[in-house]
Protein backbone atom coordinates (compact mmCIF):
# COMPACT_ATOMS: atom_id res chain seq x y z
CA UNK A 1 0.00 0.00 0.00
CA UNK A 2 1.19 3.11 -1.27
CA UNK A 3 4.39 2.05 -2.63
CA UNK A 4 3.06 2.90 -6.27
CA UNK A 5 2.38 -0.44 -8.14
CA UNK A 6 -0.38 0.90 -9.69
CA UNK A 7 1.15 3.90 -10.90
CA UNK A 8 4.08 2.32 -11.91
CA UNK A 9 2.49 -0.57 -13.39
CA UNK A 10 0.61 1.46 -15.62
CA UNK A 11 3.77 3.41 -16.94
CA UNK A 12 6.19 0.38 -17.05
CA UNK A 13 3.68 -1.83 -19.14
CA UNK A 14 3.04 1.63 -21.74
CA UNK A 15 6.80 1.54 -22.12
CA UNK A 16 7.05 -2.38 -22.98
CA UNK A 17 3.93 -2.24 -24.99
CA UNK A 18 2.57 -4.94 -22.46
CA UNK A 19 -1.29 -4.81 -21.16
CA UNK A 20 -1.75 -3.63 -17.66
CA UNK A 21 -3.80 -5.80 -14.73
CA UNK A 22 -4.34 -4.23 -11.55
CA UNK A 23 -5.18 -7.47 -9.80
CA UNK A 24 -7.46 -6.30 -7.07
CA UNK A 25 -9.59 -4.27 -9.96
CA UNK A 26 -10.05 -7.73 -11.88
CA UNK A 27 -11.34 -9.01 -9.07
CA UNK A 28 -13.65 -6.60 -8.12
CA UNK A 29 -14.60 -6.54 -12.16
CA UNK A 30 -15.38 -10.44 -11.68
CA UNK A 31 -17.27 -10.41 -8.68
CA UNK A 32 -19.00 -6.93 -8.92
CA UNK A 33 -18.16 -6.26 -5.47
CA UNK A 34 -15.15 -4.31 -3.83
CA UNK A 35 -12.18 -5.49 -2.27
CA UNK A 36 -13.62 -4.32 1.49
CA UNK A 37 -17.36 -5.98 0.69
CA UNK A 38 -15.79 -9.25 -0.19
CA UNK A 39 -13.24 -9.55 2.87
CA UNK A 40 -16.43 -8.37 4.57
CA UNK A 41 -18.47 -11.47 3.22
CA UNK A 42 -15.51 -14.01 2.96
CA UNK A 43 -13.01 -12.93 5.23
CA UNK A 44 -9.39 -12.61 4.75
CA UNK A 45 -9.38 -16.37 3.76
CA UNK A 46 -11.97 -16.49 1.54
CA UNK A 47 -10.65 -13.58 -0.31
CA UNK A 48 -7.25 -14.61 -0.38
CA UNK A 49 -8.41 -17.78 -2.03
CA UNK A 50 -10.36 -15.75 -4.62
CA UNK A 51 -6.87 -13.84 -5.43
CA UNK A 52 -4.94 -16.92 -6.26
CA UNK A 53 -7.14 -17.80 -8.12
CA UNK A 54 -7.50 -15.04 -9.98
CA UNK A 55 -3.95 -14.69 -10.26
CA UNK A 56 -3.59 -18.00 -11.46
CA UNK A 57 -5.97 -17.08 -14.14
CA UNK A 58 -4.22 -14.02 -15.39
CA UNK A 59 -0.57 -15.24 -14.73
CA UNK A 60 -1.63 -17.33 -17.90
CA UNK A 61 -2.43 -14.17 -20.36
CA UNK A 62 0.47 -13.30 -22.46
CA UNK A 63 2.52 -9.74 -23.08
CA UNK A 64 0.56 -8.69 -19.49
CA UNK A 65 2.04 -6.35 -16.78
CA UNK A 66 0.14 -7.46 -13.40
CA UNK A 67 0.28 -5.48 -10.38
CA UNK A 68 -1.06 -7.31 -6.90
CA UNK A 69 -1.67 -6.02 -3.97
CA UNK A 70 0.48 -6.11 -1.07
CA UNK A 71 -1.14 -9.30 0.63
CA UNK A 72 -0.88 -11.48 -2.39
CA UNK A 73 2.78 -12.75 -2.63
CA UNK A 74 2.24 -13.69 1.07
CA UNK A 75 -0.58 -16.51 0.61
CA UNK A 76 0.25 -19.80 -0.93
CA UNK A 77 2.60 -20.19 -3.36
CA UNK A 78 1.96 -17.18 -5.09
CA UNK A 79 5.42 -15.50 -5.30
CA UNK A 80 6.40 -18.38 -6.41
CA UNK A 81 3.90 -18.86 -8.90
CA UNK A 82 4.44 -15.41 -10.09
CA UNK A 83 8.33 -15.79 -10.29
CA UNK A 84 7.52 -18.89 -12.52
CA UNK A 85 5.46 -17.11 -14.95
CA UNK A 86 7.47 -14.13 -15.44
CA UNK A 87 9.65 -11.67 -13.38
CA UNK A 88 8.29 -10.37 -10.53
CA UNK A 89 9.37 -6.81 -9.01
CA UNK A 90 8.71 -5.70 -5.37
CA UNK A 91 9.04 -1.68 -5.14
CA UNK A 92 11.08 -1.21 -1.84
CA UNK A 93 9.72 1.41 -0.41
CA UNK A 94 11.16 2.42 3.22
CA UNK A 95 8.78 2.88 6.55
CA UNK A 96 9.02 6.58 6.67
CA UNK A 97 8.38 7.54 2.87
CA UNK A 98 5.39 5.35 3.10
CA UNK A 99 4.07 6.70 6.44
CA UNK A 100 4.42 10.12 4.91
CA UNK A 101 2.44 8.57 1.73
CA UNK A 102 -0.26 7.05 3.33
CA UNK A 103 -0.74 10.01 5.67
CA UNK A 104 -1.58 12.21 3.50
CA UNK A 105 -4.06 9.52 1.19
CA UNK A 106 -5.44 8.34 4.58
CA UNK A 107 -9.03 9.67 3.53
CA UNK A 108 -9.32 7.31 0.26
CA UNK A 109 -7.95 4.18 2.29
CA UNK A 110 -10.83 2.30 4.26
CA UNK A 111 -7.88 0.55 6.71
CA UNK A 112 -6.05 4.03 7.46
CA UNK A 113 -9.05 6.30 7.72
CA UNK A 114 -9.48 7.10 11.56
CA UNK A 115 -5.52 6.09 11.94
CA UNK A 116 -2.91 8.98 13.40
CA UNK A 117 0.51 8.84 11.73
CA UNK A 118 2.05 7.28 14.36
CA UNK A 119 -0.53 4.45 13.94
CA UNK A 120 -0.15 4.11 10.62
CA UNK A 121 3.94 4.34 10.91
CA UNK A 122 2.94 1.34 12.95
CA UNK A 123 0.83 -0.43 10.65
CA UNK A 124 3.64 0.04 8.02
CA UNK A 125 6.54 -1.50 10.27
CA UNK A 126 4.68 -4.23 11.17
CA UNK A 127 3.36 -5.06 7.95
CA UNK A 128 6.58 -4.52 6.26
CA UNK A 129 8.21 -7.11 8.95
CA UNK A 130 5.69 -9.90 8.04
CA UNK A 131 5.91 -9.46 4.43
CA UNK A 132 9.49 -8.73 3.90
CA UNK A 133 10.03 -12.53 3.65
CA UNK A 134 8.32 -13.04 0.84
CA UNK A 135 8.94 -9.62 -0.82
CA UNK A 136 12.64 -10.09 -1.49
CA UNK A 137 11.70 -13.24 -2.82
CA UNK A 138 11.04 -11.29 -5.91
CA UNK A 139 13.08 -11.34 -9.25
CA UNK A 140 14.00 -8.19 -8.98
CA UNK A 141 14.16 -5.43 -5.75
CA UNK A 142 14.16 -2.03 -6.69
CA UNK A 143 14.26 0.93 -4.54
CA UNK A 144 11.40 3.38 -5.15
CA UNK A 145 11.61 5.38 -1.88
CA UNK A 146 13.00 8.42 -3.50
CA UNK A 147 10.43 8.80 -6.40
CA UNK A 148 7.51 10.76 -5.24
CA UNK A 149 6.12 12.82 -8.10
CA UNK A 150 4.85 11.83 -11.54
CA UNK A 151 7.45 13.60 -12.69
CA UNK A 152 10.05 11.24 -10.43
CA UNK A 153 8.25 8.26 -11.46
CA UNK A 154 8.62 9.13 -15.28
CA UNK A 155 12.54 9.42 -14.53
CA UNK A 156 12.38 6.46 -12.99
CA UNK A 157 11.14 3.69 -15.65
CA UNK A 158 14.16 4.05 -17.53
CA UNK A 159 16.29 2.44 -14.20
CA UNK A 160 13.68 0.12 -13.39
CA UNK A 161 13.51 -1.65 -17.18
CA UNK A 162 17.40 -1.61 -16.54
CA UNK A 163 17.11 -3.67 -13.81
CA UNK A 164 14.43 -6.27 -15.26
Known sequence: MGAG??????????RLNLSFIDLDLFI????HKTI???????GEEGFRVIEREMLHE????????ISVGGGTP?????????NHKGKSIYLKVNTEVLTERLNQAKLSRPLLRDKSEE?????????????????TKATVVFDASSYNSHTGIEEMIPELIQSI
Do not use: H, Q, W
Open 5 to 14: KTTIGRLLAS
Open 28 to 31: EKRF
Open 36 to 42: VDIFAER
Open 58 to 65: VGEYEDVL
Open 74 to 82: CFFDNIDFM
Open 119 to 135: EIRKFVSESLKKREPFY
